[in-house]
């Protein structure tokens, strides 16, 4: 059984940044994609960012475009978010997920395997 763990998030100020990691463990470790979600209170999930293992494609949301990049280490099995110039906005619980297929979605219901979450708060 894929298991996910996020952490790294955490309290920051507008215009600051954090980088979030997504640890993958478990067997088998079948999967090809990992994406990046979020949920804010009172909003609809957002799919944020999405990468293919094999580094043939990422993608981002329009909202975190130019500040938000999604990164792997495939040796360590870990996905990372580095999140630079944060905004209220982006205060939210953040999931990665992940997904055998070889094809990157926006969407959550493409993906089978998901960790527990992890906040970012964006305040002053």
């Known amino acids: 059984q894929l298991q996910l763990v996020e952490s790294g998030g955490g309290l920051v100020q507008p215009g600051g940044s954090l980088r979030l990691s997504c640890a993958a463990s478990g067997f088998p470790l079948d999967f090809n994609a990992i994406g990046w979600f979020r949920q804010a209170p009172g909003k609809e999930g957002e799919g944020v960012s999405c990468?293919?293992?094999?580094?043939?494609?990422?993608n981002y949301a329009d909202s975190v475009k130019g500040r938000f990049t999604i990164s792997r280490d495939n040796a360590k099995n870990t996905v990372y978010l580095q999140m630079n110039g944060l905004k209220p906005e982006d205060t939210a619980v953040y999931y990665c997920?992940?997904?055998?297929?070889?094809?990157?979605?926006?969407?959550?219901?493409?993906?089978?395997?998901w960790g527990q979450g992890t906040q970012v708060t964006v305040s002053s």
């Open positions: 990468i293919l293992l094999n580094g043939r494609s990422t």
């Open positions: 997920a992940a997904r055998g297929n070889y094809y990157c979605s926006d969407s959550a219901r493409a993906f089978e395997y």
